[in-house]
């Protein structure tokens, strides 16, 4: 057994990123300013984007998207029960209603069909999310989008890198389109925390940056800069949700090794699929069936519960006591006390979203992980399952 503890995850952080970051501290110039403005200029070429911009979350990220959509009381939007809180608070916060679509136990995405059958005239937006770095069905959703005439916002948080049919998440698919990125420490790049929305639709580009900065209709770092000019409108209301320069710093340096990052963690992914193929106990995720590439956020297989005879959380406690962490992504949002509340659903009512949620986990995954951290999960894997 290994003697000390394996994280789930942890960033890889250059010395030069750090480096930058006190430069900004010590510049005094340490809120949004030149570094996150390149970062977003970095950013919208690295995906394609017209229009890249930065926020100090993508929980922020996904509010200002909900908010420029000018969704609220009386709308819904259909998403999936398999994300994080943050797709559905977004959602909650500007008053619309969440509807959950069931997903696809093998990729553990929305599926378009479920979509569908779920659209009412309320419905104004869909939102799906590539779990783990798999692209949904983009064309499926897009066409569904087209014909009830719905805006789309990917939450992308897990999909930096990653491509459906040749096209990389987040590049330019026309208007009412906007995909959402995060930075958390445990995501494919790190600013601390930070998000970016992406879009090529110039009117909602334009609504985010005045809701981000209280509703100031003007760069706000501009106003202080040499050229600045200090008067501004406040065409409507917004919040504070932009990213500091200290966080762009450290972005800029990881955009640059995302392609790297996103490498290794593909290999160590393989390791994991070949050694715990034949492993009873473990049933590995399915590829996708449409052309994509995959940018491995997390590796998530499902425990087999009935052939182990003891739950998740179960297998999830005896890996800690091996010295090695996991992490559950996620509990279906349906069975929290707060969004069975508001849509009205509770376990029976999403069967496919249940079984994942009862048996999913996920292992170590991050760049730095050594070949012998990964030959130390398997181990761990194969002993708790014996
Ligand atoms: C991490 C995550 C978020 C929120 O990102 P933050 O940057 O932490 O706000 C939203 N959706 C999904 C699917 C995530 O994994």
């Keep these: 057994m290994r003697k000390d503890f394996l994280p789930f995850s942890k960033p890889s952080v250059k010395e030069e990123a750090i480096a930058e970051a006190a430069d900004s501290i010590r510049s005094g110039w340490l809120a ?91 419905t104004k937006a869909v939102i799906p999310v590539h779990f783990a770095g798999m692209p949904c ?64 639709d110039e009117d909602l580009a334009e609504r985010i940056q005045v809701l981000r900065q209280n509703g100031m209709s003007k760069g706000a770092w501009n106003r202080y800069a040499a050229k600045g000019n200090s008067n501004y409108d406040i065409p409507f209301p917004g919040l504070k949700y932009t990213m500091l320069d200290i966080n762009a710093a450290i972005g800029r340096s990881q955009l640059t090794q995302v392609d790297e990052f996103n490498a290794r963690r593909t290999e160590i992914v393989n390791v994991y699929k070949r050694e715990l193929a034949d492993v009873r106990g473990i049933i590995l995720p399915k590829p996708a069936p449409w052309e994509h590439t995959h940018s491995w956020h997390i590796f998530t297989p499902f425990i087999d519960t009935d052939a182990l ?28 006390t707060c969004y069975g509340a508001v849509t009205g659903m509770k376990r029976g009512d ?9 048996r999913i986990v996920s292992l170590p995954l991050f760049p730095a992980m050594t070949d012998e951290d990964v030959s130390d999960v398997v181990e761990a894997v194969k002993k708790v399952c014996k």
């Design 137 to 200: 069905d983009m064309d499926k959703i897009e066409a569904i989008a087209e014909k009830y005439n719905l805006a789309i916002i990917e939450d992308s948080a897990h999909a930096l890198g990653a491509a459906y049919k040749g096209r990389k998440i987040g590049a330019d698919r026309g208007m009412r389109r906007l995909s959402v990125f995060s930075f958390h420490p445990t995501k494919n790049i790190t600013t601390g925390e930070g998000g970016m929305i992406c879009t090529q």
């Design 32 to 122: 949004m300013g030149p570094k996150t403005i390149k970062f977003e200029e970095e950013f919208a070429a690295y995906t394609g984007a017209s229009f890249a911009l930065s926020a100090n979350s993508a929980t922020a990220g996904l509010h200002c998207a909900a908010m420029a959509l000018e969704l609220g009381a009386g709308d819904e939007v259909i998403t999936t029960p398999m994300t994080f809180a943050a797709t559905v608070n977004a959602v909650l916060f500007t008053g619309a209603k969440p509807v959950f679509a069931d997903i696809d136990r093998n990729t553990l995405n929305i599926v378009p069909e479920n979509i569908e059958k779920l659209v009412t005239p309320r």
């Design 350 to 358: 999403l069967p496919e979203a249940e079984y994942v949620s009862d």
């Design 309 to 336: 005879g003891f739950s998740r959380d179960e297998f999830m406690a005896r890996m800690k006591t091996l010295n090695i962490g996991t992490a559950l992504h996620y509990q279906a949002l349906h069975l929290f």
